[in-house]
């Protein structure tokens, strides 16, 4: 196969924000400079080896936008023909990619203008034969799933906007024939996680969030789904994250939090009519949840990957001798990898507080001998980031009630003593603050501004009990840990009463918003991207799945429209007397635009200083280069303004 030449893109320095007009205060070149450098930087990720091992799939942003590669996974040579090639299409923004059983395929995710609602595409390997599978409808929405063994047919599921289900569907990437599993009708949301070895069952998760549950079902005919767990915990505690079948075909290895506190690996045996029975607990931490796994060709070893304190600790584990290997990641966090066929080599996506994300090669040991082999693939685009991005310190505290809470501290190399400080609140909720390469902290980092990002209640990562301490009415109980993470930074000297703002995206931005209207004299600034202003406005105008998904977590806005009025920040807006900036990506329909704009115009009235920036082409997240700069810059110099003295 022939690769087009790799050609560099410069990218397009965005325009400057408005409110830099002559009535503020500017940064000094050098900031701007800094910050463009740190939002634009490419990364890479979502990785897929092809059957061959020798080249490999993933999503890079080094022209700006997202788009799909392929790289030769092998050290680099001379000829020109091992440079990446780019086979999506030229407008398309890519989500995630995987390639076929018989290398003859990729199928990738699309975000059409930005919007949630992604679309499905295959092409060949060289960039021909691009073709739309499914989705393009007006409220469609694509989830990924897996190829079909030693076929043509791609699994996936199928959302409509106006419908809290999804089905799942089959579909012939040669002729585009689309056949839905009967089976998977009327089971509510869900998504695909494994397809049995025969093709005949696949292994599906559904439910809310927080709330869900594994089954089986078959991939022909109306048989009901089967629950892999339930037996096992009759009292409904039968939540699961995903579930694999074993090359034998003889079990499903799941990864479950269900019975415990922290998620492990388990493995349920299945019987001669492919019926759930004995569970065995293969691997479990008291201190740790199991965030990847991916089992070898030889059915009895595996890759683990255990979130340890918002660290990735990998190790290859074989269950029937007992040994284990250590991986030793270049990087502290793992988000993704793939597993290459044979199981003796894997491609892993890493990052860390200075590292975007890239991707790294790994030789993996078949026995209890040397740990692997790792060394960076030189596909990737290069790193180019300024001297003042800053590795930050884990820290330990507690809320007014006593619970244990958790944060990064990312100091400016250049303080000394309390300074102005922000407070960064994670989406979610239940995600987790890790120690990763953030643009917009380390955009703060150089503008001189200290940046603490707690991991409040209701984050991931620190056991069950935790993750589900702000749900419903209990999440008036998290708001505590906004004034103890104030009181935290101004004992330890780090930041400068008068001088904390606080910041959040999505569900961050949210409790931003309850910060400011709560606390009207905690903070001298807010900003807020993409986040709830009003809890019952989102559950009308969200996509429906996502409404539905969302009820185990704020509450239910049919039988408590009350709990979610009181919850929502709107509704105290007019208290805030920080001045707040709003940013919101124009085509989000997962928290819809509408959330600022009823925030920025309640704050108006309120006579508070404020600004709304709408970025156009943007969905929920900001991934056009020009837009992250923008978004940067904007968060960057409204707390520059409000938060460092003359």
Request: with cysteine; net charge negative; charged share 20%.
């Amino acid at each position: 196969m022939e690769f087009a030449e790799e050609t560099a893109v410069a990218r397009s320095r965005p325009p400057r924000p408005r409110y830099f007009d002559p009535g503020i205060r500017r940064p000094p070149a050098s900031f701007v400079e800094s910050v463009v450098a740190i939002a634009t930087v490419p990364g890479a990720w979502c990785p897929s080896l092809a059957p061959s091992g020798e080249l490999v799939a993933y999503i890079t942003d080094r022209s700006g936008t997202p788009r799909v590669e392929v790289g030769f996974t092998g050290p680099a040579v001379t000829d020109r023909g091992q440079a990446p090639a780019v086979v999506s299409g030229p407008d398309q923004e890519a989500i995630s990619v995987a390639w076929s059983p018989d290398g003859n395929w990729l199928t990738y995710l699309v975000s059409p203008g930005g919007s949630i609602r992604a679309e499905l595409h295959a092409v060949r390997p060289d960039g021909s034969d691009r073709r739309l599978l499914a989705g393009g409808g007006e409220f469609e929405t694509v989830f990924a799933g897996l190829w079909a063994p030693a076929t043509d047919r791609y699994v996936f599921s199928l959302a409509d906007g106006r419908s809290p289900n999804a089905a799942v569907w089959m579909v012939d990437v040669v002729t585009g024939a689309l056949e839905p599993v009967q089976s998977s009708v009327g089971i509510g949301f869900c998504t695909v996680t494994s397809i049995s070895p025969d093709g005949s069952r696949l292994v599906v998760r559904c439910g809310p969030r927080n709330r869900r549950r594994l089954l089986m079902l078959h991939a022909v005919g109306t048989d009901p789904p089967i629950p892999l767990l339930q037996q096992h915990f009759p009292d409904g505690d039968d939540t699961g994250e995903d579930g694999r079948f074993a090359p034998d075909n003889r079990s499903v290895y799941l990864r479950t939090g269900a019975g415990r506190d922290r998620t492990a690996l388990c493995r349920v045996a299945l019987d001669e009519g492919g019926r759930p029975g004995a569970m065995t607990v293969m691997a479990e931490r008291a201190d740790a949840d199991l965030e990847f796994y991916a089992i070898r060709a030889d059915g009895h070893s595996a890759v683990l990957v255990w979130n340890v304190q918002g660290e990735s600790t990998a190790v290859i584990a074989d269950f029937h001798d007992g040994w284990s290997v250590p991986i030793s990641l270049p990087e502290p966090v793992m988000p993704g990898w793939s597993l290459g066929r044979d199981g003796t080599s894997m491609i892993a996506e890493v990052t860390g507080p200075i590292a975007p994300r890239t991707l790294v090669h790994l030789a993996l040991p078949t026995g209890a001998g040397s740990p692997p082999a790792i060394r960076r693939l030189d596909c990737m685009p290069g790193d180019m980031l300024p001297d003042t991005v800053v590795v930050p310190t884990l820290q330990r505290y507690h809320s007014k009630d006593g619970l244990e809470l958790y944060g990064l501290l990312y100091r400016p190399r250049s303080a000394h003593g309390p300074g102005p400080a922000v407070i960064s609140f994670h989406g979610g909720p239940e995600s987790q603050e890790r120690p990763t390469f953030s643009l917009l902290t380390q955009s703060l980092v150089a503008a001189g501004i200290t940046v603490f990002a707690p991991n409040v209640r209701g984050s991931s990562g620190y056991g069950n009990a935790f993750l589900a301490a702000d749900d419903r009415a209990a999440r008036a109980d998290s708001f505590q840990d906004v004034p103890a993470t104030v009181d935290f930074l101004l004992e330890n000297g780090w930041a400068r009463a008068g001088s904390i703002g606080v910041q959040g995206w999505s569900y961050g931005g949210y409790l931003a918003l309850t910060a400011l209207a709560r606390w009207p004299d905690m903070f001298a600034a807010g900003t807020t991207h993409a986040g709830m202003s009003d809890l019952l406005s989102f559950f009308a105008e969200t996509e429906s799945w996502m409404a539905a998904a969302s009820v185990t977590e704020y509450g239910d806005p049919l039988t408590q429209a009350d709990l979610l009025r009181a919850l929502s920040p709107l509704t105290h807006l007019s208290a805030v007397r920080s001045p707040t900036l709003l940013v919101h990506g124009a085509r989000d329909t997962n928290v819809p635009v509408g959330e600022s704009i009823r925030a920025h115009a309640a704050l108006k009235a309120a006579g508070v200083p404020t600004e709304l920036v709408l970025l156009p082409g943007e969905g929920h997240t900001i991934v056009g280069a020009p837009h992250r700069a923008e978004l940067a810059l904007a968060i960057c110099s409204w707390f520059v303004r409000w938060l460092v003295p003359e």
